[in-house]
């Protein structure tokens, strides 16, 4: 593994950079964020003919968690449909089941009628039993079968060593190359008018009608909707943070003999789960795993959960080759575990959110993508209701009471020592948080061994950061909030 993260869709595609945003300018629909979200509500706004704008904060578009996915394009919920039934119930768990199948949908028809090259299949997932033993497949096998959904018992997943079963099939699921796709998209969206703006990150949301972005240069869009399409929904307000838990997860690329592994998706039952799926690079076939979650900025093992990916991989896969690539990146779980998209609580008509991907952001960004244009053009969207930002849910109180307490024990950090005694014992390359008094500061060594220094309190709502020793990052482990090694956000 070599010591550099990198994702395996990785590429310099000077088409997802742009000018920054200049001057004060005037749009119909700003979207913020260029991630799968923002781009694809982009995209179906600017075909209707709205003037559209996208800001973005990084130097190039679909470069958050976007080009961290594996892209399984997947109708089967992360949560299992006997857990989502449990707390909306069932017509809400069926309905959402139909949501993301409208999703995988309407990305194949976006491939189909555009023409877009990004190796887009549909391909069978697959349900089995991690180390946990076979009883979470039936007690799933028990609500598919209860709520009318498709699928299929068979007895092992078809992998060349380690099978285990009984499994579940459920057809119709895809995949594809996410940063293929949205490279067209970006293109797209420019030939039908729209807009797009990189380096230029939105620090404040003025609310009424028109309503107004303002950037941390100082410039500004008027526009008479905002869509904020970030991942974790900056100034949306704080009732929508209390409702959103941050998650690191990781993954890893493998070089795999052609043909080597069936194709598929497959997902394990333990807790944190496995995910597994191939991808073709140029001339190379890869299988990509991922899994080894934790709360953002509670771990700082992140090389011992690579490594427990490669174990774990190596136990079904044997002939797999060399790790090529290995990364992580965040995904922001519900108590319900799907996404919260539409109008953004607490604000009048024309500020939208899509947020809470929980780990099925392909599909959760692309359907929010068709809900919020809905809303946007005047129409109704079938899922309006079901992903309200606002719902109210008494059956997910027990989680959100667990995840709120989990958040409240991150403030105790406040009391603790220093990590180190003092810089010197910070080995290049590396950080660490450091008391001073009364007051706490995150300290990076470079890898010429200069210290940079800054406070360790995030300016989100004042928790204390904490070092990503794999990807050189400080990390909030209250929302999620996430800092370069010289503390940029
Ligand atoms: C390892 C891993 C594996 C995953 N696997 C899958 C999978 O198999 N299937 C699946 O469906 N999902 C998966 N996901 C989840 C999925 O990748 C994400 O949910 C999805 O990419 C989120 O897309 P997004 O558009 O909402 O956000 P992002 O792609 O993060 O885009 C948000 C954008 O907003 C910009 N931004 C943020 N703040 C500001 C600001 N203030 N001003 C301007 N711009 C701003 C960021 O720069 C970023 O470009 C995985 C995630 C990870 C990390
Ligand atoms: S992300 Fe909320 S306090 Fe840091």
């Not at 070599?2 to 990785?10: A, G, H, K, L, M």
């Not at 470069?63 to 449909?81: C, I, M, N, S």
């Not at 699921?173 to 729209?194: E, S």
């Not at 929904?233 to 838990?245: E, I, M, N, V, Y």
């Amino acid at each position: 593994m070599t010591n550099t993260t990198s994702s395996v869709w990785s590429t310099d595609d000077p088409v997802r950079a742009a000018a920054p945003l200049a001057g004060k300018t005037r749009y119909e629909v700003c979207v913020i964020g260029g991630g799968i979200a923002g781009l694809t509500t982009a995209y179906l706004l600017a075909s209707e003919g709205k003037s559209v704008v996208v800001l973005d904060a990084k130097p190039a578009v679909a470069g958050g968690e976007t080009e961290y996915t594996t892209a399984h394009l997947a109708w089967v919920l992360d949560d299992r449909f006997a857990r989502v039934a449990s707390i909306r119930g069932d017509e809400a768990a069926k309905l959402a089941a139909k949501s993301h199948r409208s999703a995988i949908d309407l990305i194949e028809e976006i491939v189909r009628r555009e023409g877009i090259a990004c190796d887009f299949k549909r391909l069978d997932g697959y349900l089995f039993p991690g180390s946990d033993g076979p009883e979470a497949v039936r007690e799933e096998m028990l609500a598919l079968t209860r709520l009318g959904l498709m699928f299929e018992r068979v007895d092992r997943v078809p992998f060349p060593a380690g099978a285990v079963g009984p499994a579940l099939r459920f057809r119709d699921n895809g995949q594809f190359h996410p940063l293929k796709y949205l490279g067209d998209i970006v293109g797209l969206i420019r030939k039908k008018g729209g807009v797009i703006h990189t380096d230029t990150q939105v620090v404040k949301m003025e609310n009424g009608s028109p309503c107004v972005a303002h950037t941390k240069s100082g410039h500004t869009v008027t526009a008479d909707a905002i869509v904020i399409a970030t991942g974790s929904p900056f100034d949306a307000g704080l009732t929508l943070h209390f409702k959103l838990a941050a998650y690191n997860t990781y993954a890893i690329a493998l070089e795999v003999p052609p043909g080597y592994v069936p194709p598929g998706l497959f997902w394990d039952t333990e807790d944190p789960y496995h995910y597994v799926r191939t991808a073709h690079g140029t001339g190379t076939e890869y299988l990509i795993v991922g899994g080894e979650d934790h709360k953002t900025g509670q771990a700082q093992d992140q090389k011992e959960r690579w490594a427990a990916l490669e174990a774990w991989t190596r136990a079904s896969f044997p002939d797999a080759g060399p790790v090529r690539h290995h990364w992580s990146g965040q995904v922001f779980e519900t108590p319900d575990g799907l996404g919260r998209i539409g109008l953004a609580p607490g604000w009048r008509d024309n500020l939208y959110v899509i947020t809470g991907d929980s780990g099925t952001g392909m599909t959760h960004g692309t359907l929010g993508a068709r809900l919020v244009a809905d809303l946007i053009l005047g129409r109704t969207n079938p899922f309006a209701g079901l992903y309200s930002p606002s719902r109210w849910m008494p059956g997910a109180l027990k989680t959100l009471i667990e995840e709120n307490a989990n958040l409240a024990a991150q403030y105790t950090d406040w009391l603790t020592g220093s990590e180190v005694a003092s810089a010197a014992d910070i080995p290049k390359g590396h950080g660490a948080v450091v008391r001073d008094g009364l007051s706490k500061t995150a300290v990076y060594k470079d890898d010429k061994g200069q210290v940079h220094e800054m406070t360790a309190v995030c300016p989100h709502l004042g928790g204390i950061v904490q070092w990503n020793h794999g990807e050189k990052t400080w990390d909030c482990p209250c929302h999620g909030s996430r800092f370069s090694c010289t503390g940029e956000v």
